[in-house]
């Protein structure tokens, strides 16, 4: 469970103090796909961001299960986001490293598994997503949307308990957009893993989010069941 309570951040551009997200407030059941939308510019990504304090909100709270993770120590903060899985736009693998080697790299990260443990973790994923075929090769050889695959792969390899899509979408088709969408949706409802999503598109929104919340020049304008929002949007 997630509260998002009062936070705000704001870039300084040439000594101007320009707001990104204005005391935004919301909350996040456990176990639900929660969908955030906006224009371009509209704050998402510095929200979704601080989330797992990539972004550091100048003023407010982020309370995780009760713990307030702006107020935890280096290590606490470390130990979080091994709990709190990242997916991203343009997949950031590693080109150097094989399939299997960028899922394996946050393993090894930890130091707290053995090579058997982490080959065992690697197959499991590879055929969660359905790459096992494609385990040794390297990510130019991959289509966008396997590219993806080995992306949310890498970011469940360390059991996360919350997994942020940064525009995990925007950059595939259509029908592959779909595909990642329903690879989303089993995770969610196999492992009951909160997901927090961010698009500007709400055919996705509509496709796998529970409730959503629509962000407009950084501050949280309507939120609500997605049907609800869908039916009788107020903005």
Do not use: W
């Not at 930890?110 to 197959?123: C, F, I, K, L, P």
Request: glycine share 6%; proline share 3%.
């Amino acid at each position: 469970m997630i509260d998002i309570e009062h936070i705000s951040k704001h870039y300084v551009v040439d000594s101007t103090a320009i707001p990104a997200i204005s005391d935004i407030n919301l909350h996040i059941e456990k176990g639900e796909i929660f969908g955030i939308i906006g224009a371009s510019g509209a704050g998402k990504s510095t929200l979704i961001r601080t989330l797992n304090l990539l972004e550091r909100p100048d003023s407010g709270r982020i309370l995780v299960d009760g713990s307030d993770i702006t107020k935890f120590s280096k290590t606490e903060l470390l130990s979080y986001r091994r709990e709190a899985g990242m997916i991203f736009q343009h997949f950031n693998l590693i080109g150097a490293k094989t399939v299997a080697d960028n899922i394996r790299f946050p393993l090894k990260l930890t130091g707290n598994y053995a090579e058997v443990e982490m080959d065992a973790r690697v197959s499991e994923l590879l055929e969660l997503v359905e790459l096992t075929e494609h385990r040794d090769k390297y990510p130019a050889q991959l289509s966008g949307g396997q590219k993806q695959r080995v992306g949310i792969a890498r970011s469940l390899a360390n059991h996360p308990k919350l997994l942020l899509c940064d525009e995990a979408t925007s950059a595939l088709d259509p029908q592959t957009t779909q595909s990642i969408l329903r690879l989303l949706r089993d995770i969610n409802q196999r492992f009951g893993l909160t997901i927090v999503l961010i698009t500007h598109e709400m055919d996705v929104i509509r496709a796998v989010c529970d409730r959503v919340a629509v962000l407009d020049k950084g501050a949280v304008v309507e939120q609500g069941q997605v049907t609800e929002v869908l039916l009788h949007p107020r903005h």
